[in-house]
């Protein structure tokens, strides 16, 4: 008989250290799914157009003041923590300066990389994201010339090509519109840290959520 109870506690025991068992292992499975849950939700990637105001440091003198257009811009965003994510972008732009006797006319068309850090604040009723960052562009500058008063070529210079690295801090807004799909807006400040292109560009994306 007491054979018997022992031997029928012993399989309780067994019986209740396999479930305290397997409830842990479907609590760590669950946390799992959780956490991939919660990356495949904050993961971003899009795509963004739009313009810009900028001048160019040009080693060779003055230049105008020009409006850039950004047709071309890859987007791509994860979440760190809570409140902080990472925001990359390959771009495209292209801009057209134009000549006077004094400053450089000139096609300017880059190609870059930005990558900064976004930090999420409240603003009134929204939630916006901060960011600061880096710029790094490959930068190519034909047809640069000086006119004279009649408007006739007066001094020509030879195309250049150089490499740029700036600094950039940036607000930025989003928008749900619909199941993974939101509208952002992004105001941005970019300048150079030596010779290249100071630019304030206002651009609008469309971020997919995966």
Do not use: C
């Not at 990356?39 to 003041?65: C, F, H, N, Q």
């Not at 257009?69 to 902080?84: A, K, N, Y």
């Not at 010339?145 to 690295?165: E, H, Q, W």
Request: charged letters at 25%.
């Amino acid at each position: 008989m007491t054979n018997s109870i022992k031997q029928s506690r012993r399989e309780q025991m067994k019986w209740m250290r396999s479930v305290i068992v397997l409830f842990a292992l479907l609590l760590s499975s669950e946390g799992m799914a959780a956490a991939i849950g919660m990356l495949e939700s904050t993961a971003r990637i899009g795509y963004a157009a739009g313009v810009s105001r900028m001048t160019i440091d040009d080693p060779d003198g003055a230049t105008k003041m020009a409006v850039e257009v950004q047709p071309f811009t890859l987007i791509h965003t994860d979440w760190l923590t809570r409140g902080l994510r990472y925001w990359v972008e390959g771009y495209r732009a292209r801009a057209t300066l134009d000549a006077s006797d004094s400053d450089i006319g000139q096609e300017v068309n880059r190609t870059g990389l930005r990558l900064a850090l976004q930090h999420n604040v409240r603003w009134g009723e929204r939630s916006v994201w901060l960011g600061v960052g880096i710029d790094a562009a490959r930068h190519r500058y034909t047809n640069r010339y000086t006119i004279d008063d009649d408007g006739f070529l007066k001094d020509p210079y030879p195309d250049r090509s150089a490499t740029a690295v700036g600094v950039s801090a940036h607000v930025m807004s989003e928008w749900a519109l619909a199941s993974h799909w939101d509208l952002s807006t992004k105001l941005e400040q970019t300048v150079p840290l030596s010779d290249g292109v100071v630019e304030t560009s206002l651009a609008v994306g469309l971020l997919y959520r995966y």
